[in-house]
């Protein structure tokens, strides 16, 4: 790379790719996680020859504790209230459905905003929970969020995204106090948000300040 592009490649959107050839989000998404995690991000690169990244990331000085984290959360992630959940990819829906539904949920499942819709619509009881990706084709999970809050104002909303928190905030992608999980993430990990998301002030889909892709 040339020191042109070499200063711009971690920022969102950028890529020296042609059109329809890049997003301008992987190393984006890579700086994000790394930086989160309190590391650093070295790049050295020369035309012709090639690029080296080296990442940093900070040593664990701490002893290790050696009671389970499975044993410590097991009690905290179960529940038995209804999520929506809306993800394209099939063996990730069938994934999270069984894990949560093993934890006591009752999951219902949508391929995307407009399915998610017609399954709202068809489901009579209350649904506790929706789980949406934040960037989807037709209908974005923003602009689901705020249909279903006409008929479903207390639902709350989880956002996911691959992309990164920072920058799905920083690019007005997502507005106001509402609850992200950036992906891929631990089934655990994601157990844990659900409840936290469940039990405390997350934002509702009748209240949140969503904004339309």
């Known amino acids: 790379m040339g020191e042109q592009t ?11 790719k042609g059109p329809g050839k890049g997003t301008g989000l992987g190393l ?61 990819e099939q063996s ?28 709202a619509v068809a489901y009579p009881c209350p649904i506790h929970t929706l789980i949406t990706d934040v960037v989807m084709p037709h209908l974005s999970g923003p602009e689901l969020a705020t249909k279903l809050g006409a008929e479903r104002g207390d639902m709350k909303v989880l956002f996911i995204s691959g992309y990164t928190d920072d920058t799905v905030f920083r690019h007005g992608v997502l507005e106001g106090d509402v609850a992200f999980l950036q992906k891929p993430f631990n089934l655990k990990a994601l157990a844990q948000k659900v409840r936290e998301v469940l039990s405390g002030d997350a934002v509702t889909v009748g209240r949140g300040d969503f904004k339309a892709l």
């Open 28 to 88: 984006a998404t890579v700086y994000g996680v790394v930086k989160q995690s309190g590391g650093y991000v070295w790049v050295y690169s020369e035309l012709d020859h090639g690029t080296t990244f080296k990442i940093y990331l900070p040593q664990v000085g701490a002893e290790v504790d050696k009671q389970s984290p499975e044993t410590k959360q097991r009690g905290q992630q179960r529940g038995n209230e209804t999520i929506l959940f809306v993800e394209d």
């Open 92 to 119: 990730v829906r069938e994934l999270v459905k069984n894990y949560l539904g093993a934890n006591g949920y009752h999951v219902l499942e949508a391929s995307d905003g407009v399915q998610a819709l017609r399954v």
């Open 6 to 16: 070499q200063s711009r490649i971690f920022e969102p959107f950028f890529t020296p």
